[in-house]
C-alpha cells in the first residue's frame, strides 16, 4: 500500500515537472529575441553596400551605395513583413528597386508546415513575383498562381510580399495603393466540412450507424484526399503559440480546432476520432478488410504500449516550441498520405502505420495518434468540472474517470 502511495506520488511530481516544462518553454519561446535580419536584406538587394532602417512597421531598409563623387545613394529597399500560413506565420523578404518593381522574395523565418513550404520552394512559387509592380494586389489565382496541395503557404507567402511592398509604396514612393479587403471563403471545402459536422451531430443524436460510415468515408474522401486538411498537432502548437489564421480565409481550421473540441466538451463524448477522422476511416476500413482481431497476449503490455502516444505528443509539442516553429508538432503520416508530400522515410513509416491496421483494430489511434490524446485532455477537463461540481454540492464522493478507447469503441453508437 505504502509502495503504491510513493509510486502516485513520483507519477504527480513527474507530471507537474512535465507541465511547467513545456509552459516555460512556451514562455520563453514568446520572448526570446529574433536572429539579425540584415543578412537577407543583402540577399534580396546584392547591389546594396550597406542598410538603414526607415521603419519599424513593417521593418523597412534603405539600400544605400557610395557614388563616385563619394556621395552615398539609394538603389532601393528591402521590407519584411509577415502573414499566416496554414501552420502559422510565414516572414518575408522582399528587395524592391527604385523603379518599383520586386527585385527577389525570400523566406526568413516560417512557423508553417516544412512539407507545405518545402513544396512552395521546389515549385518555384517565389519566382513569380520578380518584377511586379508594389501597387499590385498579389493575389493568388487572380496575380499569382498558388501550388496544389499547398493553398494557405501559397497565400500566406503572398500576403506577406503583397502588404510589405504596398507598405512601401504608401512610405516610400508616397503612392496611393490600399490593401484588398479579404472576401469571406466560403466554398466548396467549407460546405463540405460543414455537412459532415451536421451529418455527425444527426447521427449521434439517432444513434445511427449508418450515418457514421456516411460521415467516415466522406470524411475520407473529402477532408482527407480532396482537401488535405485533417486535425494535426500542429494546429495545436500553432494555437499555444498564438498563431491564429485569419477566419475569413481558413473558416475549416476553427471548425476543427475550436469547433470540435466545444462539440466534444458539451457531448462528452471523442466524437472527432470516431465519426469525422479521415485516418481513422481509413484504419476502420482495413480493419475490415483485414479482420482487425489480434489481440495482445499480455493486458499490460498493451496497455504500458497505448501510453506511448502521450509522450510523443509531448516531445513534439515540446521540440516545436522550443524551435518556434508549429509545423515541427505534426509527426502524423496525414500529409504523406493524403497530400503525397514525403521525404524518404516518411514513405517507408506510411505502411508501417497501415499494415497493422490490418490486424489491430485502429492500431495508430490505440498507439501513437495525437488527436486521441487532445480529445482525452479535452474530455477530462469535462470530468474536472463534473467533479468539482460533486465537490462543492457534496453529492457524491465517486471518482470520476474518462473511458478508455476501447470501450469508447465499443459503444460508439449509444
Known sequence: MINKKVENKTKNVIKIIAILTLVISLFVSWV????????????????AQSFQKVTSSPLTYEGI????????????????????GYGGPIKMATGIDLKGKIQKAIIVNYKDTP?????????????????KDITEPLNIEKDIDRVSGATYTSRGIAKAISQGSHAVARTQFKLSVSDEEVAFKFGA?????????????????????????????????????????????????????????????????????????????????????????????????LG????????????????KASKIKYALVYFALLASILLQSPGLAGYEPYSTLFGLQGFGIEWFILPL?????????????????????????????????????????????????????DATLRNEVR
Not at 32 to 47: C, H, R, S, T
Not at 258 to 278: D, E, H, V
Open 32 to 47: 526570446i529575441p529574433e536572429k539579425d535580419l540584415l543578412p537577407f536584406a543583402k540577399e534580396v538587394l546584392p547591389q
Open 115 to 131: 512539407s507545405f513550404v518545402q513544396m512552395v520552394l521546389k515549385h518555384g512559387y517565389l519566382k513569380q513575383f520578380i518584377g
Open 288 to 303: 475490415k478488410i483485414g479482420g482487425g482481431s489480434f489481440k495482445c497476449c499480455n493486458k499490460k503490455i498493451e496497455t
Open 353 to 405: 502505420v497501415l499494415f497493422p491496421s490490418l490486424l489491430i483494430r485502429r492500431f495508430w489511434c490505440r498507439f501513437f495518434c495525437p488527436g486521441m490524446v487532445f480529445n482525452k485532455f479535452i474530455l477530462n477537463l469535462r470530468s474536472l468540472k463534473k467533479f468539482i461540481n460533486k465537490k462543492i454540492n457534496k453529492s457524491t464522493d465517486k471518482k470520476i474517470t474518462v473511458p478508455e478507447m
Open 189 to 285: 471545402k467549407e460546405i463540405s466540412v460543414l455537412l459532415l459536422v451536421i451529418f455527425m451531430l444527426i447521427g449521434v443524436v439517432l444513434k445511427n450507424k449508418k450515418l457514421r460510415w456516411v460521415t467516415l468515408i466522406g470524411s475520407l474522401i473529402l477532408i482527407g484526399f480532396k482537401f488535405n486538411t485533417p486535425f494535426s498537432l500542429a494546429n495545436v502548437a500553432a494555437l499555444l503559440m498564438g498563431n491564429f489564421p485569419s477566419i475569413q480565409e481558413n473558416l475549416v481550421w476553427y471548425i476543427l480546432i475550436i469547433g470540435i473540441p466545444i462539440i466534444t466538451f458539451m457531448a462528452g463524448r471523442n466524437l472527432y476520432c470516431f465519426w469525422l477522422c479521415p485516418f481513422g476511416a481509413l484504419q476502420e476500413i
Open 65 to 84: 551605395v557610395q557614388g563616385r563623387d563619394g556621395k552615398m545613394q539609394r538603389v532601393g529597399y528591402v521590407v519584411i513583413d509577415q502573414a499566416v
